[in-house]
Nanobody, 115 residues
Framework: QVQLVESGGGLVQPGGSLRLSCAAS????????MGWYRQAPGKQRELVAL???????NHADSVKDRFTISRDNAKNTVLLQMNSLKPEDTAVYYC?????????WGQGTQVTVSS
C-alpha cells in the first residue's frame, strides 16, 4: 500500500530555516505529481508547492520567494526547503501525491515559527 512519511518539522525562530522531507513507498512514483500542503487550526488546507514528474514547479505566492520544492533522482522523495520563516508559516505540513488519479496524504509534520 502507498505510504507517505513526512519528517523535518519542528520549532524555529522567525527568519530561520527548515527542510521537510517526504518519503514515499508502496508504489512507483516516477509519473506522480508530488507536493506540499499546510493547514493551521481552524483553517482550510492550502497548497504550498507542487512538482511534476518532469521537475516543473509551482509555489504559492505567499512562499515563492522563500520556499523551494524538489524531488530526488529516484522520484520517491519530495523535499521542501523553507527559508526566512515567518510566524504565519506555522501549520501542519502535509505531503501529497497524485498517482493514477488518486490523492494520497502523509500524516503531517508540525512546523512552528515563534520567538
Amino acid at each position: 500500500q502507498v505510504q507517505l512519511v513526512e519528517s523535518g518539522g519542528g520549532l524555529v525562530q522567525p527568519g530561520g530555516s527548515l527542510r521537510l522531507s517526504c518519503a514515499a513507498s508502496g508504489s512507483t512514483f516516477r509519473l506522480a505529481v508530488m507536493g506540499w500542503y499546510r493547514q493551521a487550526p481552524g483553517k482550510q488546507r492550502e497548497l504550498v508547492a507542487l512538482i511534476t514528474s518532469g521537475g516543473s514547479t509551482n509555489h504559492a505566492d505567499s512562499v515563492k520567494d522563500r520556499f523551494t520544492i524538489s524531488r530526488d533522482n529516484a522520484k520517491n522523495t519530495v523535499l521542501l526547503q523553507m527559508n526566512s520563516l515567518k510566524p504565519e508559516d506555522t501549520a501542519v505540513y502535509y505531503c501529497n501525491v497524485n498517482l493514477r488519479g488518486y490523492e494520497y496524504w502523509g500524516q503531517g509534520t508540525q512546523v512552528t515559527v515563534s520567538s
